[in-house]
């Protein structure tokens, strides 16, 4: 009886160590960090300077770095200066999408290569009362310089951290508003609104690091 236990014991310890092998062989190999740069989103808007505004948000997958029409499968959402997350309920302006995902945002002070994790206590998302991205010069991603410029700008050192609409993450920061992103722009001769963005997608669920 003895012999045989031990035999059985050998038999099942065998397919154990068979199993395990298996299954690290099998388990999928992590997907490598993106890092990309979208050059001239364009994120028309109508109205503004008092009047009512409105017009379609170009929306944006981080998975597959392209704008997008679905209704569903996107992350963020550009129209005129405001940036708009799939997650939250709409503030109800003219023309803005439906929420359909768990998108969220904060932004951090710091640069690309200094954030190097999520802080997933910090998301938020659009309300009915506001944007989670406010919208005003020195509120968010940008300053208006005024008169006599009128320059709208990125703020320096302003990261934006988004949760994808599917439960991952990406980093963004805005270079630049003007078609072609001009190393000193003309707020009377470029043209806006012309989006160049850098990004870091992290496309392995669960992970919270870039």
Request: one cysteine or more; proline letters at 6%; glycine letters at 8%.
């Amino acid at each position: 009886m003895n012999i045989i236990k031990t035999k059985q014991l050998a038999i099942l310890f065998t397919l154990f160590i068979g199993f395990t092998s298996c299954s690290d062989d099998d388990a999928k190999p992590l997907l490598e960090v993106e890092s990309e740069t979208v050059s001239n989103l364009h994120a028309p808007q109508t109205g503004g300077q008092g009047q009512p505004v409105s017009g379609a948000f170009t929306k944006f997958n981080f998975a597959t770095g392209q704008t997008t029409t679905s209704d569903t499968d996107w992350d963020i959402a550009f129209r005129g200066t405001s940036i708009i997350v799939n997650g939250g309920t709409t503030l109800g302006t003219t023309d803005e999408p439906n929420r359909t995902g768990n998108a969220a945002v904060y932004i951090t002070n710091g640069t690309m290569a200094s954030v190097t994790s999520v802080d997933t206590s910090l998301f938020e998302q659009d309300s009915d009362t506001g944007y989670a991205i406010s919208t005003g010069s020195g509120n968010s991603w940008y300053t208006y310089a005024g008169p006599p410029t009128h320059l709208i700008t990125p703020t320096p050192g302003k990261i934006l951290v988004f949760k994808t609409y599917n439960g991952l993450y990406a980093k963004v920061e805005i270079l630049s508003y003007y078609k072609d992103a001009p190393a000193n722009p003309d707020a009377y001769t470029d043209e806006t609104p012309y989006y160049t963005f850098s990004y870091v997608f992290q496309p392995n669920a669960d992970l919270t690091t870039f």
